[in-house]
């Protein structure tokens, strides 16, 4: 029997003895609620080429139509921003498969209006389409996320320390620590960073940008995953594979390797157009739980829960 079951035992058994007047001073206790925040991370979220053609014929609320629900039920939402948010005209709408300009991605500007509706309110920017309109395109991106009210961490132009996102969620503290292969410093900064936010009592999440697209983890990119948990991370999620690679447990922690796409345009085999979602449950001490929540990438561009 818990504290608050026995109080209201007591209360219940004083009621048939005490004066009516008295029994309200052994009403039930209500308990502070023990701090905690249920967040989900997603993959790759990419809004040009026919995502962004989709967005322009049916509004970007139809991206979102059939997993809205779901992601409004968390605390937070957290992916990869997969490229800028400029004024810029696409360059990738309509180019070939193969071309340069089919990989060179810049994203409507109702973009961040539209991430904040679906509660992905935090994203990370430390990736290798970030920079596709130069640094004028990331510091734009940076002001449509800022004025629409969302976090963002792993922003190349910042000093190695100031590329955390530090919140709290449901009274945990936590820290967002970005790796990225292509825009961070060295590796060994990005550990000690971890190092510092976890010496601070923080739970501290690394969301890292790494790999080789469509194959399983690289050697390095295991070692590195380890190397953040030794430092002190709670758990490990990767991006950037395009597909969903394997989970290991580590030092009793969760080690993601990527996700996969969350939003993207790609539909050629089941392994680039299935991804996953990651329901984590955080508390002060780190990780409690994990859940994974299997996605489908529609070919109407759609993002649904898969059955």
Same mark, same amino acid.
């Given at each position: 029997?818990?504290?608050?079951?026995?109080?209201?035992?007591?209360?219940?058994?004083?009621?048939?003895?005490?004066?009516?007047?008295?029994?309200?001073?052994?009403?039930?206790?209500?308990?502070?609620?023990?701090?905690?925040?249920?967040?989900?991370?997603?993959?790759?979220?990419?809004?040009?080429?026919?995502?962004?053609?989709?967005?322009?014929?049916?509004?970007?609320?139809?991206?979102?139509?059939?997993?809205?629900? !779901?992601?409004?039920?968390?605390?937070?939402?957290?992916?990869?921003?997969?490229?800028?948010?400029?004024?810029?005209?696409?360059?990738?709408?309509?180019?070939?498969?193969?071309?340069?300009?089919?990989?060179? !991605?810049?994203?409507?500007?109702?973009?961040?209006?539209?991430?904040?509706?679906?509660?992905?309110?935090?994203?990370?920017?430390?990736?290798?389409?970030?920079?596709?309109?130069?640094?004028?395109?990331?510091?734009?991106?940076?002001?449509?996320?800022?004025?629409?009210?969302?976090?963002? !961490?792993?922003?190349?132009?910042?000093?190695?320390?100031?590329?955390?996102?530090?919140?709290?969620?449901?009274?945990?503290?936590?820290?967002?620590?970005?790796?990225?292969?292509?825009?961070?410093?060295?590796?060994?900064?990005?550990?000690?960073?971890?190092? %510092?936010?976890?010496?601070?009592?923080?739970?501290?999440?690394?969301?890292?940008?790494?790999? $080789?697209?469509?194959?399983?983890?690289?050697?390095?990119?295991?070692?590195?995953?380890?190397?953040?948990?030794?430092?002190?991370?709670?758990?490990?999620?990767?991006?950037?594979?395009?597909? %969903?690679?394997?989970?290991?447990?580590?030092?009793?922690?969760?080690?993601?390797?990527?996700?996969?796409?969350?939003?993207?345009?790609?539909?050629?085999?089941?392994?680039?157009?299935?991804?996953?979602?990651?329901? %984590?449950?955080?508390?002060?001490?780190?990780?409690?739980?994990?859940?994974?929540?299997?996605? $489908?990438?529609?070919?109407?561009?759609?993002?649904?829960?898969?059955?």
């Amino acid at each position: 029997m818990g504290l608050a079951e026995f109080l209201a035992t007591l209360s219940a058994l004083f009621a048939g003895l005490l004066p009516s007047h008295a029994v309200a001073y052994f009403a039930p206790v209500s308990l502070p609620r023990e701090p905690e925040a249920r967040i989900i991370f997603g993959g790759d979220m990419m809004f040009d080429r026919s995502i962004r053609t989709a967005m322009a014929a049916q509004g970007g609320e139809y991206l979102f139509s059939c997993i809205g629900d !779901f992601l409004a039920d968390a605390d937070l939402v957290v992916a990869n921003l997969e490229g800028p948010i400029t004024v810029n005209l696409s360059r990738s709408v309509g180019s070939g498969v193969g071309v340069p300009d089919n990989y060179i !991605f810049t994203f409507p500007t109702s973009t961040a209006p539209l991430l904040f509706a679906h509660n992905i309110r935090l994203v990370s920017i430390g990736n290798n389409h970030i920079l596709n309109f130069s640094r004028a395109g990331l510091r734009e991106t940076k002001q449509h996320l800022s004025e629409a009210g969302i976090a963002f !961490f792993g922003d190349p132009d910042a000093l190695e320390g100031e590329r955390v996102a530090r919140l709290e969620v449901g009274g945990v503290p936590l820290s967002f620590v970005n790796w990225s292969d292509w825009t961070s410093d060295k590796p060994d900064h990005t550990v000690a960073q971890v190092s %510092v936010e976890a010496r601070e009592g923080r739970v501290v999440v690394v969301y890292a940008h790494w790999g $080789e697209e469509y194959v399983e983890p690289l050697p390095r990119v295991r070692a590195l995953a380890h190397q953040f948990i030794d430092a002190g991370a709670s758990i490990v999620i990767g991006s950037h594979p395009h597909i %969903v690679q394997e989970r290991e447990v580590y030092r009793e922690k969760d080690i993601y390797y990527s996700l996969g796409n969350f939003i993207f345009d790609q539909y050629w085999n089941d392994a680039v157009s299935h991804g996953l979602l990651l329901d %984590v449950m955080f508390g002060r001490e780190g990780v409690r739980s994990t859940r994974e929540i299997p996605i $489908e990438l529609m070919r109407d561009r759609r993002t649904c829960l898969s059955s």
